[in-house]
């Protein structure tokens, strides 16, 4: 699978941004982009595959923590306005 660069840049950025407001404003444990990134796995030789894995056990993890709405929804504000920059094929 081929992907733009600007396309897997925003992706990548969307992941590492949701892992932090979960991981570091929600449930509270120290952050650091290195961390998110060895729980994305991300040395794997399929980036894409790895980030949409990841995004998988995000969307899993927010489920779990339902009493985490607010911080969902201001990601979700957050994640729209990025992808709104994005080039478009």
């Given at each position: 699978m081929s992907?733009?660069?600007?396309v897997l840049?925003?992706?990548?950025?969307?992941v590492v941004e949701?892992?932090?407001?979960?991981f570091g404003e929600v449930l509270g444990?120290?952050?650091s982009p290195p961390a998110a990134y060895r729980w994305?796995?991300?040395e794997d030789p399929d980036?894409?595959?790895?980030?949409?894995?990841?995004?998988?056990?995000?969307?899993?993890?927010?489920?779990?923590h339902p009493e985490a709405?607010?911080?969902r929804a201001r990601f979700a504000d957050w994640e729209?306005?990025?992808l709104r920059d994005l080039p478009t094929l």
């Open positions: 992907v733009s660069g600007s840049v925003a992706l990548e950025t969307v949701e892992h932090r407001v979960l444990e120290a952050w994305i796995r991300y980036p894409v595959g790895r980030l949409i894995a990841a995004s998988e056990r995000l969307e899993a993890l927010w489920a779990a709405g607010e911080a729209a306005e990025r």
